[in-house]
Structures are given as structure tokens and as C-alpha cells.
Nanobody, 117 residues
Framework: QVQLVESGGGLVQPGGSLRLSCAAS????????MDWYRQAPGKQREWVAT???????GYADSVRGRFTISRDNAKNTVYLQMNNLKLEDTAVYYC???????????WGQGTQVTVSS
């Protein structure tokens, strides 16, 4: 089973940028689809972006054009580049892996992103 550790969160002003990383270990990274989710205080966890095992991507409407998901299979890492951050992007960001054949999910512990002036 894969283990996931997110990093890169922090405090940023509106309009700023952050890059989140999610490092995977314990399994062959390339056979997992990877997703980023986020959960704001008092709200349900919501899907943000996905990248398949072959590199196809998808985004929630709220982040499309501002966020970019990518992966480096050699480094067992998935990234979320977040540009033009808005106050409403404040949340705990989680990465999730999904095995491409068993469809078993694993989650990281999350990293806090706070957008504030």
C-alpha cells in the first residue's frame, strides 16, 4: 500500500502562488492515478484536480486556469502548482492515490493553505 506525505502549504496573500508536493512511498508510483482534494473549515472535502497514470489531467471549475497538477514518476511525487490564489482557496489540501486496477485509495495527512491579506 502506498503512503503519501503532502508538503508545501503555508500562508500567502491573494494573487500569490504556492506549489504543493505529495511524496509517495511503499509501492510503484506509476500505477496510481493521483488526485488533489481540499477541505475548507465547515465544508465538505471537494475534489480539485486529477492526473492519471499516463498523465491526463482534469480540474474543478473553481481552479481551472489557475492550478496545474503534474507528476514526476522518477521522484514518486505529484505536484499542485497554485497561481493567482484567492481567499476561497483557503483549505487543507490532501492528495489521494488510486490503484489503477484494484481502485484502492490512500490519503495523505493534508497540508494547510491559507490565503489572507
Amino acid at each position: 500500500q502506498v503512503q503519501l506525505v503532502e508538503s508545501g502549504g503555508g500562508l500567502v496573500q491573494p494573487g500569490g502562488s504556492l506549489r504543493l508536493s505529495c511524496a509517495a512511498s511503499g509501492s510503484i508510483f506509476s500505477i496510481y492515478a493521483m488526485d488533489w482534494y481540499r477541505q475548507a473549515p465547515g465544508k465538505q472535502r471537494e475534489w480539485v484536480a486529477t492526473i492519471t497514470s499516463v498523465g491526463s489531467t482534469g480540474y474543478a471549475d473553481s481552479v481551472r486556469g489557475r492550478f496545474t497538477i503534474s507528476r514526476d514518476n522518477a521522484k514518486n511525487t505529484v505536484y499542485l502548482q497554485m497561481n493567482n490564489l484567492k481567499l476561497e482557496d483557503t483549505a487543507v489540501y490532501y492528495c489521494k492515490s488510486t490503484h489503477i486496477t484494484t481502485h484502492k485509495d490512500s490519503w495523505g495527512q493534508g497540508t494547510q493553505v491559507t490565503v489572507s491579506s
